[in-house]
């Protein structure tokens, strides 16, 4: 029986924080769980390809859009499930044994719990609203994502947008989002160099935003700009 899960990795530049990653994704490869690994890289100017193909990934090239990379890369998936995973995110250990169970006994999309690579108050409570918001069935991309491939058609996949595309798809896939009983361990790096406060503030204003109807095109020129 062929492994049902492909791994899809949306990359821009993320050279520095592939291996975590993928190091990560040898338990599930271990457990006969990841049929493939396929990365959608927007135009990398580092070694982002070469060091995606020395893991073994498939590297399909095309314009930098969060939402069209990702379309891309799950167009060339042959699994049965998505797993939809940032760069710079690294699944905590025991995660395969979590993602087998839910394969076992649902038909229905998962997200990780988040955690941040950084210990203290603000990545805690950080986190804390994070998951909040997710059992609300609003799970960020930086959490990861199960879908089963007939869900992910029957709802119309990721749209081609530059910003809010886990938004976008996880509205129209409310009702059917489960929790993992696992973590995604994501890159604090922004939030220290923007400050914790600030950083989970503009995030929260750019949500509000999004929900009021403006444009993820707009939105990204402002989000580009604070970057």
Request: proline share 3%.
């Amino acid at each position: 029986m062929r492994a049902r899960i492909s791994v899809i990795v949306p990359t821009l530049d993320a050279e520095p924080a592939l291996k975590g990653c993928f190091n990560a994704l040898l338990e599930g490869l271990d457990q006969g769980l990841i049929r493939e690994l396929i990365v959608s890289d927007g135009g990398s100017s580092d070694a982002t390809g070469a060091v995606a193909q020395a893991w073994g990934a498939e590297v399909i090239d095309g314009a930098a859009s969060r939402g069209g990379q990702l379309r891309r890369g799950v167009a060339a998936a042959q699994g049965e499930w998505f797993l939809i995973l940032h760069a710079d995110t690294v699944l905590e250990k025991g995660w395969a044994e979590a993602v087998a169970a839910h394969l076992e006994s649902s038909t229905d999309a998962g997200w990780f719990r988040l955690a941040f690579d950084a210990k203290g108050l603000a990545p805690m409570l950080v986190a804390g609203w994070a998951n909040l918001r997710s059992h609300f069935g609003l799970p960020y991309g930086d959490q990861g994502l199960l879908v089963p491939r007939d869900l992910y058609l029957e709802v119309g996949g990721y749209s081609d947008q530059p910003l809010m595309e886990d938004v976008d798809l996880a509205r129209r896939l409310r009702g059917r989002l489960q929790a993992l009983d696992a973590k995604a361990v994501t890159s604090a790096s922004k939030y220290r160099r923007d400050g914790w406060l600030r950083r989970g503030a503009r995030n929260l204003w750019t949500l509000l935003r999004y929900a009021a109807g403006t444009p993820a095109e707009r939105l990204v020129q402002s989000y580009n700009r604070q970057t």
